[in-house]
């Protein structure tokens, strides 16, 4: 199941497409230029939103699909194929590893420390932490934010309660996903976008 995040990313994509159609059809160059500049700045992630953009704007009708030659359109395919690959490239995550990257946000504080330090840890898959309230509320909003694969309990005994952390197999069902997805967007593009190949 996508994550929210990429939810999101791919309800912006028609109108990204119809965005950039509009700007390519006006000769609004600088316009379109900018667009493509930020979503190249962005992180992988942004492949969901590049993806649902060029899908929207293979789905035009065929008087407009001459829309699909709009130079921004062959960037952001140009952009995504690489992404794309970069996940396919990586290699497969062993069976026993259950190493988490927590993303980076700038938060460096001592609970963010300890909770990467976990989470990196392949062979390690549960930690209790004994933390009062509201650092466990930190915890809870770090992992749920980045939708990691990590349940978090909370044991009611002693003081302060104990923070139960389990890392899930969904860690080793999505890293499967979302190879599948790649793969998928990346024989699409190839047929739909035969210049990015």
């Known amino acids: 199941?996508?994550?929210q995040r990429d939810q999101q990313l791919t309800a912006l994509g028609e109108p990204l497409a119809a965005l950039l159609s509009a700007a390519g059809g006006i000769g609004a160059a600088s316009?379109?230029?900018t667009i493509s500049h930020h979503v190249r700045k962005q992180d992988d992630a942004v492949a969901a939103l590049e993806m649902s953009a060029l899908r929207a704007a293979?789905?035009?009708s065929p008087g407009k699909r001459a829309l699909r030659t709009n130079t921004a359109f062959s960037v952001l395919a140009d952009d995504c194929m690489p992404r794309l690959r970069s996940r396919l490239d990586?290699?497969?995550?062993?069976?026993?590893?259950?190493s988490i990257e927590l993303p980076a946000d700038g938060c460096t504080?001592?609970?963010c420390v300890v909770l990467r330090r976990f989470l990196a840890d392949p062979g390690r898959r549960t930690f209790e932490w004994p933390l009062a309230e509201q650092r466990r509320r930190h915890v809870h909003s770090r992992i749920d934010g980045a939708e990691l694969p990590v349940t978090h309990l909370t044991r009611r005994q002693g003081r302060p309660y104990t923070l139960v952390l389990t890392k899930t197999d969904a860690l080793f069902?999505?890293?499967l996903q979302s190879r599948a997805s790649a793969a998928a967007d990346l024989e699409w593009l190839a047929a739909k976008w035969?210049?990015?190949?």
Do not use: G, N
């Open 173 to 175: 069902t999505e890293d």
């Open 31 to 33: 316009t379109v230029q």
């Open 90 to 98: 990586r290699p497969f995550r062993a069976h026993d590893d259950w």
């Open 194 to 197: 035969p210049r990015t190949v």
């Open 1 to 3: 199941m996508p994550s």
């Open 58 to 60: 293979a789905a035009l």
């Open 109 to 111: 504080c001592e609970l």
